[in-house]
């Protein structure tokens, strides 16, 4: 079947530079405040007497929203138009962003925060569907170098900037200010979004969103996340797992006999007999399962076991989150030549940084090493979160169909929240069950390895995909590979 939006009119490098920016700006909004909230939470519990249930909401309201919509959302993308989504999601996220900075209870804060998970979760996957509509060849892959700069920055430095905001302006302001500094910025990028991203029409004929195929993924997706961010509720909440798995399984049996019928599925599983397309998002799950906690729990050891201000252990992340910036342009580069060999150094040089940062630790503790040594390791950190997003972005969706590029953006990003969260939840959990027989040097150190054990499995996928036989001919090589403008 045909793609239901008309193919757009050739662009030149600049309508293409301003179509980037146009999408990374949002995307950066949207992604910071994934992580800026993590050292807002004793302010918002201060200034608000929040409870313990209600500031966990804080953090489980945006994460299951974002989570749950983003097939749905790529998938409505590729149909209806990216562009219509992508701007509804900039005003949702706008007034979101509204509603939590005003709060007066914790009540409106998590229906705020809720809304900007549903805002990011229409953002998110038309960026990726329209790097892949608008860019080929190598500019499809700097553009996702770009993307995967802004994705390592802004998960890093959403703590920093986050902690500058609350040491300037005071816990209440400050926690305040987190979600305000949203509107300005959200209202400029709606602007150049009318003005830049070109307009499409869709092709007249039937719309056809599986309704059922989103239901039961989004609930399946929803039963997953459940239970790791609420794990506070027992041990009956893990019986969610089985609900999402059957959910999960129910939904693909759903999808292959819908397509037998001569339907279009919400997303077509021959998507995933792609075998770039389903190592790469097996690899980047697994991958954001361990990185996506380091933050975290650097965070709650420099606070709580070091005894630091929230300002000092966000702007650790702070030069990671700059190199990653930095490396993350010439890696997209970089696989056109040496294709998976780039992810597999950058999770090599990653794991490296983790552990020098236990030897840096160990170091502080018993050496009366100044905490500084730690931007040296993590800068390790940074280079390799720089170095395993473009390349993984760009490789996976070298053989995607266009007009399967929303969905398979969707699916690609539902793997990192799901192993975002779980990774959370599991890291968390190491470091307070060892923290409960131990210090809080000991588990930092378990949790370290912990992260470091998931990044070995990450690179073994990542070996396993650079190892596998290519089919001869054309697509052969990293560079042929990726479609030619």
Same mark, same amino acid.
């Given at each position: 079947?045909?793609?239901?939006?008309?193919?757009?009119?050739?662009?030149?490098?600049?309508?293409?530079?301003?179509?980037?920016?146009?999408?990374?700006?949002?995307?950066?909004?949207?992604?910071?405040?994934?992580?800026?909230?993590?050292?807002?939470?004793?302010?918002?519990?201060?200034?608000?007497?929040?409870?313990?249930?209600?500031?966990?909401?804080?953090?489980?309201?945006?994460?299951?929203?974002?989570?749950?919509?983003?097939?749905?959302?790529?998938?409505?993308?590729?149909?209806?138009?990216?562009?219509?989504?992508?701007?509804?999601?900039?005003?949702?996220?706008?007034?979101?962003?509204?509603?939590?900075?005003?709060?007066?209870?914790?009540?409106?804060?998590?229906?705020?925060?809720?809304?900007?998970?549903?805002?990011?979760?229409?953002?998110?996957?038309?960026?990726?569907? /329209?790097?892949?509509?608008?860019?080929?060849?190598?500019?499809?892959?700097?553009?996702?170098?770009?993307?995967?700069?802004?994705?390592?920055?802004?998960?890093?430095?959403?703590?920093?900037?986050?902690?500058?905001?609350?040491?300037?302006?005071?816990?209440?302001?400050?926690?305040?200010?987190?979600?305000?500094?949203?509107?300005?910025?959200?209202?400029?990028?709606?602007?150049?979004? $009318?003005?830049?991203?070109?307009?499409?029409?869709?092709?007249?004929?039937?719309?056809?969103?599986?309704?059922?195929?989103?239901?039961?993924?989004?609930?399946?997706?929803?039963?997953?996340?459940?239970?790791?961010?609420?794990?506070?509720?027992?041990?009956?909440?893990?019986?969610?797992?089985?609900?999402?798995?059957?959910?999960?399984? $129910?939904?693909?049996?759903?999808?292959?006999?819908?397509?037998?019928?001569?339907?279009?599925?919400?997303?077509?599983?021959?998507?995933?007999?792609?075998? &770039?397309?389903?190592?790469?998002? $097996?690899?980047?799950?697994?991958?954001?399962?361990? /990185?996506?906690?380091?933050?975290?729990?650097?965070?709650?050891?420099?606070?709580?076991?070091?005894?630091?201000?929230?300002?000092?252990?966000? /702007?650790? &992340?702070?030069?990671?989150?700059?190199?990653?910036?930095?490396?993350?342009?010439?890696?997209?580069?970089?696989?056109?030549?040496?294709?998976?060999?780039?992810?597999?150094?950058?999770?090599?040089?990653?794991?490296?940084?983790?552990?020098?940062?236990?030897?840096?630790?160990?170091?502080?503790?018993?050496?009366?090493?100044?905490?500084?040594?730690?931007?040296?390791?993590?800068?390790?950190?940074?280079?390799?979160?720089?170095?395993?997003?473009?390349?993984?972005?760009?490789?996976?969706?070298?053989?995607?169909?266009?007009?399967?590029?929303?969905?398979?953006?969707?699916?690609?990003?539902?793997?990192?929240?799901?192993?975002?969260?779980?990774?959370?939840?599991?890291?968390?959990?190491?470091?307070?069950?060892?923290?409960?027989? &131990?210090?809080?040097?000991?588990?930092?150190?378990?949790?370290?390895?912990?992260?470091?054990?998931?990044?070995?499995?990450?690179?073994?996928?990542?070996?396993?995909?650079?190892?596998?036989?290519?089919?001869?001919?054309?697509?052969?090589?990293?560079?042929?590979?990726?479609? $030619?403008?």
């Amino acid at each position: 079947m045909s793609s239901p939006i008309s193919a757009p009119e050739p662009l030149t490098p600049r309508e293409r530079s301003k179509i980037l920016w146009v999408l990374l700006v949002p995307l950066f909004m949207a992604l910071v405040s994934v992580s800026i909230v993590n050292v807002a939470l004793p302010a918002i519990q201060a200034d608000l007497h929040a409870s313990s249930s209600a500031l966990q909401w804080v953090l489980t309201g945006f994460a299951l929203a974002f989570g749950v919509l983003l097939v749905a959302s790529g998938r409505a993308g590729d149909i209806f138009g990216r562009r219509k989504l992508f701007m509804a999601g900039i005003i949702l996220f706008a007034v979101a962003s509204l509603v939590c900075g005003l709060a007066p209870n914790t009540t409106v804060l998590n229906i705020g925060r809720v809304a900007q998970g549903l805002g990011s979760g229409l953002i998110n996957p038309q960026s990726v569907g /329209m790097i892949q509509q608008y860019f080929h060849g190598p500019a499809r892959a700097k553009a996702f170098g770009m993307l995967g700069a802004v994705v390592g920055v802004a998960v890093a430095i959403g703590p920093a900037f986050g902690g500058f905001l609350i040491g300037a302006l005071g816990d209440g302001p400050g926690w305040r200010a987190t979600f305000l500094i949203n509107v300005p910025t959200a209202a400029v990028a709606l602007l150049l979004a $009318a003005l830049w991203l070109p307009r499409q029409k869709r092709k007249p004929g039937r719309v056809d969103m599986d309704p059922v195929g989103v239901i039961l993924f989004g609930l399946g997706i929803l039963a997953l996340l459940f239970p790791f961010v609420e794990s506070r509720l027992g041990p009956l909440v893990w019986l969610s797992l089985l609900l999402g798995a059957l959910l999960l399984f $129910a939904w693909t049996r759903w999808e292959a006999r819908y397509k037998s019928r001569g339907h279009e599925p919400m997303v077509d599983l021959d998507l995933f007999r792609i075998a &770039s397309f389903s190592y790469g998002s $097996a690899m980047i799950t697994v991958y954001f399962l361990g /990185m996506t906690s380091v933050w975290v729990v650097l965070a709650m050891y420099v606070q709580q076991g070091l005894g630091r201000t929230a300002l000092e252990a966000g /702007m650790l &992340s702070l030069p990671a989150a700059l190199m990653s910036a930095v490396v993350a342009p010439l890696a997209g580069r970089g696989v056109l030549r040496f294709g998976r060999l780039v992810i597999l150094a950058g999770i090599a040089c990653a794991m490296t940084g983790l552990l020098t940062t236990i030897g840096v630790v160990y170091g502080v503790v018993h050496f009366d090493w100044n905490i500084s040594w730690l931007y040296l390791t993590l800068l390790l950190v940074g280079v390799g979160q720089g170095s395993v997003m473009p390349p993984n972005q760009t490789l996976s969706f070298s053989e995607v169909p266009l007009k399967f590029a929303g969905a398979a953006g969707g699916v690609m990003q539902t793997g990192q929240r799901v192993g975002t969260a779980v990774g959370t939840a599991v890291i968390t959990a190491v470091a307070f069950g060892v923290l409960a027989r &131990s210090d809080w040097d000991t588990a930092f150190t378990m949790s370290v390895l912990t992260i470091v054990a998931v990044l070995v499995i990450a690179f073994v996928i990542a070996l396993l995909d650079h190892r596998r036989p290519k089919p001869p001919g054309p697509t052969t090589g990293p560079l042929q590979q990726i479609p $030619a403008e």
